[in-house]
């Protein structure tokens, strides 16, 4: 298996934002299957011309999210992903929801909010 990523240098988005949200994605998709041995933070580093300093940081974002886990000098390896993504965002909605409630707003007005938001950022993300 083969970990396929490419930066673009260009792009207006973080190198270790998409090397995160690649890693992610084939994770999600199964194209990094649980238990997959991810290159080590200076070898991909070196194999994508970036600075190890960047892909740490998407490491750290990937392992906080529960998408990939270090063990220690065995090295790093991908986690049950969609488990934790499903886990995270129900913890997230949650705590929006009681916040929501404790400011005294409708349920049709926290919808609306979170709604507002979730566009927001997904055309953000999507350039459009």
Excluded: C, W
Excluded at 10 to 16: G, L, Q, T
Excluded at 21 to 44: D, K, N, W, Y
Excluded at 85 to 102: I, P
């Amino acid at each position: 298996m083969s970990l396929r990523i490419t930066v673009d240098t260009e792009s207006s988005v973080a190198p270790f934002e998409q090397l995160r949200r690649q890693v992610a994605e084939g994770a999600r998709a199964g194209e990094l299957p649980v238990g997959h041995r991810m290159p080590t933070v200076r070898g991909l580093a070196a194999e994508l011309g970036l600075a190890a300093n960047t892909v740490a940081k998407a490491y750290r974002a990937l392992e906080a999210d529960g998408v990939i886990e270090t063990r220690g000098r065995h090295g790093t390896f991908v986690a049950a992903a969609g488990d934790a993504a499903h886990r995270h965002a129900a913890q997230a909605a949650e705590a929006y929801a009681t916040q929501a409630h404790r400011l005294g707003l409708s349920r049709a007005d926290a919808l609306a909010a979170i709604e507002e938001a979730l566009r927001a950022r997904y055309e953000r993300e999507s350039g459009g």
